[in-house]
């Protein structure tokens, strides 16, 4: 959801040479866009081990002379890498005792009580620019494919039989968040049996790094297999023609659902513990399912009871959405 961000700060500086800080899968998912050009990779985790990577990317950016750095992240490790790397200016918003650390800051949204108000990651990041003078514009986000992603992703499908003219249905069951978010795996083979079977879908099932097993799980519960599933990990790179590709997606509210959102893609999407005013994207073309309940949202990535909000959303309500939308 930072992509807008990244657009728009290069158009305020156009004589800046802009580099992005972030992780492999970041620089991946990125790659091919103007904005992105420059990357710089870098992720600092508590351990030895990455404890030297953040020495050698603070030395990194300090070797570069930067003037100023935008912090997107809320993180304090973030705060420390621009810091110690002398950047002459620090732009961030005011959250975990970091604030000392950065140049120009302002607070988190609130309402009329003071309370934090969520508000769209991407009018979030963009609210930044305007510690500079920049006054803000477009969040919209937006996704490169390159030449060297269709044509791999296009021999992917030739070699499933998947032609030009199939009906692409992909469920994302997975969450890197915690499990809070995930759907049942009875769930998820109910939906792609019925999309199979009533619509006449390819299915497509993606999993993360170390999700295979469940991959595998929903796979058994399935009267058949998907079109492309627990054999075939789609990487992040592939990730993004596959979802432009799509014709529905139906997703935990995790990473690929941002990613269909930029290439105009049918979702739905099941909410449990998270706050939707964060992830409003005007964009979407996205219908939520979800079940209400006082705990709501709490964010946990561990549900401390019995994981009602997920449990509490059946096959047939996100089948009959499935119904709506095809």
């Known amino acids: 959801m930072s992509t807008g961000f990244i657009r728009e700060c290069a158009l305020a500086f156009p004589e800046a040479e802009v580099h992005l800080l972030g992780s492999n899968a970041a620089k991946t998912l990125l790659a091919g866009l103007p904005g992105?050009?420059?990357?710089?990779?870098?992720?600092?985790?508590?351990?030895?081990?990455?404890?030297r990577t953040f020495r050698e990317t603070v030395a990194k950016i300090r070797s570069m002379n930067f003037d100023?750095?935008?912090?997107?992240?809320?993180?304090?490790?973030t705060a420390l890498t621009i810091f110690s790397a002398g950047v002459k200016e620090r732009v961030g918003y005011q959250r975990d005792l970091r604030s000392f650390m950065l140049t120009r800051s302002m607070k988190r949204p609130t309402d009329e009580f003071r309370k934090f108000r969520p508000t769209f990651m991407g009018d979030f990041y963009l609210a930044l620019l305007e510690l500079l003078?920049?006054?803000?514009t477009d969040s919209r986000m937006e996704?490169?494919?390159?030449?060297?992603?269709?044509?791999?992703?296009?021999?992917?499908?030739?070699?499933?039989?998947?032609?030009?003219?199939?009906?692409?249905?992909?469920?994302?069951p997975g969450a890197s968040f915690g499990r809070s978010k995930m759907w049942s795996e009875e769930g998820f083979a109910k939906v792609a049996d019925f999309a199979r079977s009533e619509l006449g879908a390819k299915i497509v099932l993606l999993f993360g790094p170390g999700e295979d097993a469940l991959a595998k799980s929903i796979e058994s519960k399935m009267f058949a297999k998907p079109d492309v599933g627990s054999e075939t990990f789609v990487p992040l790179d592939l990730l993004k023609p596959l979802?432009?590709?799509?014709?529905?997606?139906?997703?935990?509210?995790?990473?690929?659902?941002?990613?269909?959102?930029?290439f105009g893609t049918r979702t739905i999407t099941l909410l449990g513990p998270t706050d939707s005013r964060y992830t409003e994207n005007p964009q979407e073309k996205n219908t939520i399912v979800r079940s209400d309940h006082p705990c709501m949202p709490c964010h946990y990535k561990l549900c401390p009871i019995d994981h009602r909000c997920m449990t509490s959303i059946g096959a047939d309500d996100v089948i009959e959405e499935l119904r709506v939308k095809s």
């Open 243 to 262: 979802l432009k590709r799509t014709n529905l997606l139906v997703t935990t509210d995790t990473g690929p659902r941002h990613v269909a959102a930029v």
């Open 68 to 77: 100023a750095a935008f912090l997107l992240t809320n993180s304090f490790s």
């Open 143 to 172: 996704l490169a494919i390159t030449e060297d992603e269709d044509l791999r992703f296009r021999a992917l499908l030739g070699s499933r039989g998947i032609t030009d003219e199939d009906r692409i249905v992909t469920l994302n």
């Open 36 to 51: 992105a050009r420059n990357f710089i990779e870098g992720e600092w985790r508590r351990g030895s081990r990455n404890l």
């Open 133 to 136: 003078g920049v006054p803000r």
